[in-house]
């Protein structure tokens, strides 16, 4: 054996010692969660996350959320609401009406209801 190929050898055994105990840290601490483009934290419940549709990448329902109700304008009495299959909806409530508590003002569809974005369909094969 030459003494190029030993040193070789050498190297590789110290580089997987180190990728072994990356490994093994990245299992214990779950970084394979995939983090939030908005707030950049981890999102562990995939199942309920949004898709962002900038990158279309998961984010925190919380997050898209905020996201939507800093880009539209808010009466008192209205909040966001999830509406399912990806829409929100401004809901106003309506104090002085027994009839119609609430009504939707206006309806936000946020994700295309049409298509599935990569990370679900990974998620929904489990
Ligand atoms: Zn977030």
Redesign the pocket.
């Known amino acids: 054996m030459s003494y190029r190929n030993r040193r070789k050898t050498n190297y590789g055994g110290r580089r997987n010692r180190f990728n072994r105990n990356r490994e093994t840290r990245k299992e214990r601490d779950n970084i394979n969660y995939p983090l939030?483009?908005?707030?950049?934290?981890q999102?562990k419940e995939l199942s309920a996350a949004i898709n962002y549709r900038e990158t279309e990448e998961p984010?925190?329902f919380?997050?898209?959320l905020k996201a939507i109700e800093n880009s539209e304008e808010l009466a008192s009495h209205e909040k966001i609401c999830y509406l399912g299959n990806g829409s929100f909806g401004i809901v106003r409530f309506q104090k002085d009406s027994s009839v119609f508590p609430f009504i939707i003002r206006k309806r936000i569809q946020y994700e295309d209801p049409g298509s599935l974005p990569q990370w679900r369909t990974k998620l929904s094969k489990k």
């Open positions: 939030c483009p908005l707030c950049k934290n999102i984010a925190h919380d997050c898209i």
